[in-house]
């Protein structure tokens, strides 16, 4: 499965990337009533970790993802431990103009086994648009006013 979210913000590429790099991204850019849990968040480098649960009302899903090809132009985080089977998810970042940037999340995934997992990837994943679309809000939010 593969699901792509694009959308531009008025600031530069440092700074799509310097908010990106920030250990505090994760809880600026979790919609409510979702929580996040973090239990270890690395400085984004290739092989740096992110660890985390995700509390979606009384269940909690807990996560791990690992950070590759990380650049000024985006990075991947690819799952290793969590609820689906296979998560890969790039960042990409890329120049408009000088004062503008459009932000590409690209995902491809397959769904949990079992029981439990294959139920919850599932919910996860019909839900990406309305994730996606608070992430974008949230972003561009946070990094134009940090522009300005």
């Known amino acids: 499965m593969q699901y792509t979210h694009r959308f531009r913000v008025q600031a530069p590429l440092a700074g799509v990337a310097e908010f990106h790099g920030s250990t505090d991204v994760l809880r600026q850019l979790m919609p409510p ?3 996040l849990q973090l239990h270890q968040f690395e400085p984004l480098a290739d ?3 992110a660890e985390f649960t995700i509390w ?3 269940l909690p899903i807990r996560w791990q993802a690992e950070h590759s090809q990380v ?15 296979h998560w890969q998810h790039r960042h990409g970042f890329e120049i408009v103009d000088e004062h503008t940037t459009d932000i590409v999340d690209e995902v491809e995934a397959e769904l ?3 029981p439990l997992w294959w139920p919850v990837s599932l ?6 648009p309305i994730l996606f679309a608070y992430r974008g809000w949230a972003t ?7 522009a300005k």
């Open 112 to 114: 949990g086994r079992g």
């Open 56 to 58: 979606a009302g009384p």
């Open 123 to 128: 919910g996860m994943w019909l839900t990406l």
């Open 140 to 146: 561009r939010r946070a990094v134009e006013r940090a």
């Open 71 to 85: 650049s000024e132009t985006g990075f991947t985080d690819t799952q290793v431990k969590g609820p689906f089977s």
């Open 33 to 35: 009533p979702l929580i």
């Open 47 to 49: 092989g740096s970790l």
